[in-house]
């Protein structure tokens, strides 16, 4: 059975399927949580507001995701720093 430090802290001792799981998992499950927040915000303002408003909204979440992407790897990319 896994436990919580073993995905929580990779290290060089462990395999490198581990690591990448440890690493990757948090951001798959927030683009989850965001697709599927996403889908019934599209249900709500399709059923409530139109197609028209369904349209706009589908329009701009690619682009948000876009922003939020760039923002992240610009954000991440001014840390590491050569000394």
Known sequence: ????????????????RWQLL???SPMVMSNVIQSIAATVNGVYVGRLLGTG???????????IFLC???GAAIGSGGVHRRW
Not at 1 to 16: E, G, H, K, N, V
Not at 53 to 63: H, N, Q, R
């Open 68 to 70: 939020t992407s760039l």
């Open 53 to 63: 408003a369904y349209a706009v909204m589908s329009i701009a979440l690619p682009v």
């Open 22 to 24: 440890a690493l990757c």
């Open 1 to 16: 059975m896994l436990s919580f430090s073993d995905i929580a802290w990779p290290t060089a001792t462990r395999p490198f």
